[in-house]
């Protein structure tokens, strides 16, 4: 089945606790990315790779790092996490770029205290 | 830089009748444009997108947009609501002035609540 998983599916953490939100596709997808959805924020874009070994900062790259060193994985890395990181996270992929359709995970939900 | 702007926080429908769910948009070049449906507690699903061409464009579960370039809008509209249709509705769009970007900017959001 073409998916992408993420994990943990739900993780409560405390400030400055070091954490990764693994993300992998088994469509043989070149684009893959990172959102954040807060309530009245809509989704918003954190860090985009168009392929391996190519990333970009989104809207809010602030506190997050990324890596692509395989086509099909795609980690979000919150070296200290603070309390404004909390958050539901999605990760999505695409064929090439974002002008073809995106499939997202099933999200991450994310408490840091 | 580009923006995306849903008016409305919800909309509410009775089941039967068309709905609408506003979208404008704002871009340097011509726009690339999405709409993505997030039902409870799952992960956001693509509906349809604009790219060139028809300014009409049909997509998944009998919902459809219309591109409108003088007003910068993407309206997702449906002839006949189902009560199915009640979730989270996101409008995105991509600069296509910019190749090379993996930019994608979504709007708000908006939901949409179907009553029987």
């Known amino acids: 089945e073409a998916q992408v998983t993420q994990n943990p599916r739900y993780l409560i953490t405390v400030t400055g606790k070091k954490l990764t939100v693994t993300c992998s596709q088994n469509?043989?997808?070149?684009?893959m990315s990172w959102y954040r959805q807060d309530p009245g924020l809509g989704l918003r874009q954190i860090y985009y790779?168009?392929?391996?070994?190519?990333?970009d900062k989104g809207d809010v790259p602030e506190g997050y790092k990324v890596s692509r060193k395989e086509k099909r994985n795609f980690p979000l890395i919150l070296e200290s996490p603070s309390p404004n990181q909390t958050s539901l996270y999605f990760c999505?992929?695409?064929?090439?770029?974002?002008?073809?359709?995106?499939?997202f995970g099933p999200g991450t939900r994310l408490t840091v205290t | 830089a580009q923006s995306v702007a849903q008016p409305e926080d919800q909309v509410n429908v009775a089941e039967g009748n068309p709905l609408t769910v506003k979208c404008t948009y704002s871009?340097?070049?011509?726009?690339?444009l999405f709409w993505y449906v997030q039902y409870p507690n799952r992960g956001l699903q693509f509906l349809l997108k604009?790219?060139?061409?028809?300014?009409l464009v049909k997509g998944s579960y009998g919902f459809e947009a219309e591109f409108n370039k003088s007003q910068t809008s993407f309206h997702l509209k449906k002839p006949s609501a189902l009560v199915s249709d009640s979730a989270l509705y996101f409008c995105?769009?991509?600069?296509?002035?910019?190749?090379?970007?993996?930019?994608?900017?979504f709007g708000q959001g908006t939901t949409l609540q179907v009553k029987p």
């Open positions: 469509m043989n997808h070149e684009y």
């Open positions: 999505a992929s695409s064929w090439r770029h974002p002008v073809y359709e995106q499939y």
């Open positions: 995105a769009v991509r600069d296509g002035g910019s190749s090379n970007t993996g930019k994608l900017i």
């Open positions: 604009y790219i060139t061409g028809d300014n």
């Open positions: 871009v340097s070049g011509n726009p690339y």
């Open positions: 790779s168009m392929n391996v070994e190519v990333t």
